[in-house]
Nanobody, 118 residues
Framework: QVQLIESGGGLVQVGGSLRLSCAVS????????MGWFRQAPGKEREFVAV????????YYTYSVKGRFTISRDNAKNTVYLQMNSLKPEDTAIYYC???????????WGQGTQVTVSS
């Protein structure tokens, strides 16, 4: 059984920062990449950022470039999302996901709420 435990969400004012964490636990398997997604009320889930587990290459959706940074700790099987200069439109439930291969994300976290107040 694989578990993704997210933490770090909360309420923050416009321009503030939050750091999300997602730790993978359970049975041992290789991680190919980990990503962050978000879903705002009434909207579909959207991609936010992804990081390749071996090389560390990262990619972001355009709306968060320059504000969010994804990073990883291979030894701890943990991925982070540092979110700076937060805007009201960043309000959403944030989910982490892990892809054991290049094909698809197979495991998802339970989600953590991020609310940016103006």
């Amino acid at each position: 059984q694989v578990q993704l435990i997210e933490s770090g969400g909360g309420l923050v004012q416009v321009g503030g920062s939050l750091r999300l964490s997602c730790a993978v636990s359970g049975r041992t398997f290789s991680i190919y990449r980990m990503g962050w997604f978000r879903q705002a009320p009434g909207k579909e889930r959207e991609f936010v950022a992804v990081i390749d587990w071996s090389g560390g290459s990262s990619y972001y959706t355009y709306s968060v470039k320059g504000r969010f940074t994804i990073s990883r700790d291979n030894a701890k099987n943990t991925v982070y999302l540092q979110m700076n200069s937060l805007k009201p439109e960043d309000t959403a439930i944030y989910y982490c996901a892990v892809a054991p291969t290049a094909r698809e994300y197979e495991y998802w976290g339970q989600g953590t709420q991020v609310t940016v107040s103006s």
